[in-house]
């Protein structure tokens, strides 16, 4: 399989996925939030598979797109977004947003200017074919524990959902 | 210039798809050919679901436009195209603009793993089967998405019952699916694939498609995938979603025109989409009847023909209601176009007698025959079947299909544990 | 140039903190609960996109389990936030979350 990691795609996913970033943070209607970030993980989706991750990709489609954006479109749909949407969009504590986004990219830029030099110069080659073979072994093999409590967390999360949402049990 | 010659020709001594021979060239040719295909393939569901739904119900159907109403899907497209735009006032323009393109693109790009043969795919995912199931439930977003645009009753009734119709529907799907894709790691090395070409080659390796596999098992999980498909294309009988009687037309009430068009040609593709899947993963895919057992030159060269026998005989049916048309002079051009197009039926059927032609597209025609199948039998069912009410809907789907899957699963791996030998008491 | 033109471990990371950073911003200053669940996913997204790369980065797949069950925490964190909003909702009847602050029904 030919390299498919070019330059061109790198940049036209990372500004698709910014660009949905920053429209998914300022839109004033929900539903324009969640088109955007549809697409943000669409293109992320596309980096997976640039990274050689093809199940990942898989993954973040099948659940992410089509399940829980499914699930945030239905309750943008619940909700009555007419109220909220002439209300004030931005609440006053912009100055805390701003002075913790300087910190942290302060923090990021000072770790990877400081830490590139460590990560090795030639990335290790992976062979795609069996990219989900391996990762059905190591899930059922030595993640096996994790993965069951994953299962119970699921369990959880569903049984929490209905209690919350139901009027009456 | 050479170079360029010698690119395109070094694919075709090549025996992988265009995209894992990392053949930029022939992949737009079969990205355009796939479109090409599909649109026609939409424009004769158009027409067959319409004449034979009329003769299910004793009706003539289209019988104005060109003979035997053959012209009527390419008067409705030129109508649909040349309609007025409508955009509800209140409507949210961004969504109910993008809605129908989501859709469509979710029903089209599924279309890049669907394996027409053993090198005539777009390119071969090592997660095919996931990559379909996961870009076909795409399409949710998009009904969910005009459903809500269009600011308005009906639509977001039926966008709702629509997606928790398709995302209720996909759990039985995805069992169903994992189930077949269990049996594909019966081989020596005891690793399944999920790619769409290997999950073929692992029935052609065995010697029987996983439709017969572990009898009843296959025929069960096939029978949970046939169902829950007609349930996930929103088709009837469970086509409460759109139901003409109850919510006018359903998720694209408010859309009309081109807008339209798309939904209807996502729908049709999405139906052409599911059932590949079926036919990839129960139905042997591009493999010809017995292809072990009439294995040899003599039994190739003998199923090689129906490709041109079938166009023959098309051009055949042509003909003969050619010989019926009244003769009043009214008919005169209706039967000469007629007439027309079962030459060219028959032009391509004795093309297709060609070896060379043959040989390079039976795979193809095999997969297209039992794709077709499926139509068939989806205009079956909603010629035939009463709608469901959405609660019977949602027990079939949630107390019969998945309990039903589930324990197909579970029993197909025990079943294929116990084959392998890996279970040692 | 030799950086444009060369995709590195550090292109990904980088973008990776541009859209944890676009996260945080989102859920410091929105008061539209959804859209603060929606910068949620974008943080979880953003630590995503770094586990692969470092799965990349490293030639194994460990990385990319870990992304696996960030993306199934996220399915479970995604149902029981909209679940919490839709009683909320029903409540106060508003998705404000700054009004979510009574600590008691």
Same mark, same amino acid.
């Given at each position: 399989?030919?390299?498919?990691?070019?330059?061109?795609?790198?940049?036209?996913?990372?500004?698709?996925?910014?660009?949905?970033?920053?429209?998914?943070?300022?839109?004033?209607?929900? $539903?324009?939030?969640?088109?955007?970030?549809?697409?943000?993980?669409?293109?992320?989706?596309?980096?997976?598979?640039?990274?050689?991750?093809?199940?990942?990709?898989?993954?973040?489609?099948?659940?992410?797109?089509?399940?829980?954006?499914?699930?945030?479109?239905?309750?943008?749909?619940?909700?009555?977004?007419?109220?909220?949407?002439?209300?004030?969009?931005?609440?006053?504590?912009?100055?805390?947003?701003?002075?913790?986004?300087?910190?942290?990219?302060?923090?990021?830029?000072?770790?990877?200017?400081?830490?590139?030099?460590?990560?090795? @110069?030639?990335?290790?080659?992976?062979? @795609?074919?069996?990219?989900?073979?391996? $990762?059905?072994?190591?899930?059922?093999?030595?993640?096996?524990?994790?993965?069951?409590?994953?299962?119970?967390?699921?369990? $959880?999360?569903?049984?929490?959902?209905?209690?919350?949402?139901?009027?009456?049990? | 210039?050479?170079?360029?010659?010698?690119?395109?020709?070094?694919?075709?001594? =090549? &025996?992988?798809?265009?995209?894992?021979?990392?053949?930029?060239?022939?992949?737009?040719?079969?990205?355009?050919?796939?479109?090409?295909?599909?649109?026609?393939?939409?424009?004769?569901?158009?027409?067959?679901?319409?004449?034979? /739904?009329?003769?299910?119900?004793?009706?003539?159907?289209?019988?104005?436009?060109?003979?035997?109403?053959?012209?009527?899907?390419?008067?409705? #497209?030129?109508?649909?195209?040349?309609?007025?735009?409508?955009?509800?006032?209140?409507?949210?323009?961004?969504?109910?603009?993008?809605?129908?393109?989501?859709?469509?693109?979710?029903? !089209?790009?599924?279309?890049?793993?669907?394996?027409?043969?053993?090198?005539?795919?777009?390119?071969?995912? &090592?997660?095919? *089967?996931?990559?379909? /199931?996961?870009?076909?439930?795409?399409?949710?977003?998009?009904?969910?998405?005009?459903?809500?645009?269009? &600011?308005?009753?009906?639509?977001?009734?039926?966008?709702?019952?629509?997606?928790?119709?398709?995302?209720?529907?996909?759990?039985?799907? %995805?069992?169903?699916?994992?189930?077949?894709?269990?049996?594909?790691?019966?081989?020596?090395?005891?690793?399944?694939?999920?790619?769409?070409?290997?999950?073929?080659?692992?029935?052609?390796?065995?010697?029987?498609? !996983?439709?017969?596999?572990?009898?009843?098992?296959?025929?069960?999980?096939? #029978? *949970?995938?046939?169902?829950?498909?007609?349930?996930?294309?929103?088709?009837?009988?469970?086509?409460?979603?759109?139901?003409?009687?109850?919510?006018? #037309?359903?998720?694209?009430?408010?859309?009309?025109?081109?807008?339209?068009?798309?939904?209807?040609?996502?729908?049709?593709?999405?139906? *052409?989409?599911?059932?590949?899947?079926?036919?990839?993963?129960?139905?042997?895919?591009?493999?010809?009847?017995?292809?072990?057992?009439?294995?040899?030159?003599?039994?190739?060269?003998?199923?090689?023909?129906?490709?041109? #026998?079938?166009?023959?005989?098309?051009?055949?049916?042509?003909?003969?209601?050619?010989?019926?048309?009244?003769?009043?002079?009214?008919?005169?051009?209706?039967?000469?176009?007629?007439?027309?197009?079962? %030459?060219?039926?028959?032009?391509?059927?004795?093309?297709?007698? *060609?070896?060379?032609?043959?040989?390079?597209?039976?795979?193809?025609?095999?997969? =297209?025959?039992?794709?077709?199948?499926?139509?068939?039998?989806?205009?079956?069912?909603?010629?035939?079947?009463?709608?469901?009410?959405?609660?019977?809907?949602?027990?079939?789907?949630?107390?019969?299909?998945?309990?039903?899957?589930?324990?197909?699963?579970?029993?197909?791996? %025990?079943?294929?544990?116990?084959?392998?030998?890996?279970?040692?008491? | 140039?030799?950086?444009?033109?060369?995709?590195?471990?550090?292109?990904?990371?980088?973008?990776?903190?541009?859209?944890?950073?676009?996260?945080?911003?989102?859920?410091?200053?929105?008061?539209?609960?959804?859209?603060?669940?929606?910068?949620? +996913?974008?943080?979880?997204?953003?630590?995503?996109?770094?586990?692969?790369?470092?799965?990349?980065?490293?030639?194994?797949?460990?990385?990319?389990?870990?992304?696996?069950?960030?993306?199934?925490?996220?399915?479970? +964190?995604?149902?029981?936030?909209?679940?919490?909003?839709?009683?909320?909702?029903?409540?106060?009847?508003?998705?404000?979350?700054?009004?979510?602050?009574?600590?008691?029904?």
């Amino acid at each position: 399989m030919a390299p498919i990691a070019t330059p061109f795609f790198f940049y036209l996913l990372s500004a698709m996925m910014l660009v949905g970033g920053i429209l998914v943070i300022t839109q004033k209607n929900a $539903v324009h939030s969640a088109l955007a970030l549809i697409v943000t993980l669409l293109a992320q989706a596309a980096i997976y598979l640039m990274l050689y991750a093809p199940f990942v990709a898989a993954v973040q489609i099948v659940l992410y797109a089509g399940g829980i954006m499914v699930l945030f479109l239905f309750v943008i749909m619940l909700v009555n977004i007419d109220r909220s949407l002439k209300e004030k969009q931005f609440n006053s504590q912009w100055w805390v947003g701003i002075i913790a986004a300087t910190g942290l990219g302060g923090l990021f830029v000072a770790v990877y200017t400081k830490g590139k030099n460590i990560f090795p @110069e030639r990335v290790l080659s992976v062979a @795609e074919a069996d990219n989900t073979q391996k $990762v059905a072994s190591l899930l059922y093999g030595q993640y096996m524990f994790a993965f069951e409590i994953a299962s119970l967390l699921l369990l $959880v999360a569903i049984i929490g959902a209905v209690v919350m949402a139901k009027k009456k049990i | 210039m050479n170079a360029f010659v010698q690119y395109i020709e070094s694919y075709l001594t =090549s &025996n992988l798809t265009p995209g894992a021979a990392g053949n930029m060239f022939w992949v737009f040719v079969y990205i355009l050919l796939v479109f090409v295909g599909l649109s026609v393939a939409v424009i004769c569901m158009n027409w067959l679901e319409r004449k034979i /739904l009329a003769h299910m119900q004793v009706r003539l159907g289209p019988m104005r436009v060109g003979p035997h109403g053959l012209l009527q899907p390419f008067a409705d #497209a030129l109508k649909l195209l040349l309609k007025e735009d409508i955009m509800p006032a209140e409507a949210d323009s961004v969504i109910f603009w993008a809605a129908p393109f989501i859709v469509v693109l979710a029903a !089209f790009t599924t279309f890049v793993v669907v394996p027409f043969g053993p090198q005539h795919a777009i390119t071969d995912m &090592n997660i095919g *089967i996931l990559f379909m /199931l996961g870009v076909s439930s795409l399409s949710v977003l998009g009904i969910v998405m005009a459903g809500w645009a269009s &600011n308005s009753h009906y639509p977001l009734i039926g966008a709702l019952r629509s997606s928790a119709q398709m995302v209720s529907y996909e759990v039985a799907m %995805g069992l169903a699916v994992v189930s077949a894709i269990l049996m594909t790691s019966l081989n020596a090395t005891g690793t399944g694939t999920l790619s769409m070409i290997g999950i073929v080659e692992a029935q052609k390796a065995q010697g029987e498609w !996983f439709i017969f596999k572990f009898f009843p098992l296959g025929l069960v999980s096939f #029978a *949970i995938f046939a169902i829950a498909m007609v349930a996930e294309t929103n088709r009837a009988p469970f086509d409460l979603a759109e139901a003409e009687s109850e919510l006018t #037309a359903g998720f694209h009430t408010e859309y009309s025109g081109f807008r339209w068009s798309l939904f209807f040609l996502a729908e049709y593709s999405a139906m *052409i989409a599911v059932s590949s899947i079926a036919v990839t993963l129960w139905l042997g895919g591009w493999l010809r009847p017995f292809p072990n057992l009439l294995s040899g030159p003599r039994w190739d060269t003998f199923f090689s023909y129906f490709p041109g #026998a079938t166009f023959l005989a098309l051009a055949a049916i042509c003909f003969f209601n050619v010989a019926r048309m009244p003769k009043h002079p009214y008919f005169r051009i209706q039967t000469v176009g007629l007439a027309g197009f079962g %030459g060219f039926l028959a032009f391509i059927g004795l093309v297709l007698f *060609i070896p060379a032609v043959s040989f390079r597209v039976q795979d193809i025609f095999w997969f =297209s025959a039992k794709v077709a199948a499926f139509m068939y039998l989806y205009i079956w069912y909603r010629g035939t079947f009463p709608r469901y009410r959405f609660d019977q809907l949602m027990k079939i789907g949630w107390k019969v299909l998945l309990p039903v899957g589930l324990g197909v699963l579970i029993l197909t791996a %025990g079943v294929a544990l116990f084959q392998q030998n890996l279970w040692r008491p | 140039m030799e950086v444009m033109l060369h995709i590195t471990t550090l292109h990904y990371l980088v973008l990776g903190a541009a859209l944890f950073l676009l996260g945080v911003i989102g859920v410091l200053t929105r008061r539209n609960v959804v859209i603060v669940l929606m910068s949620i +996913e974008l943080i979880l997204n953003a630590v995503n996109l770094n586990l692969v790369a470092f799965s990349r980065l490293w030639g194994g797949q460990h990385g990319q389990i870990f992304a696996i069950f960030v993306i199934t925490d996220a399915a479970a +964190e995604a149902a029981v936030g909209l679940g919490i909003l839709i009683a909320f909702f029903r409540n106060k009847e508003t998705i404000n979350i700054d009004e979510v602050n009574l600590l008691k029904w």
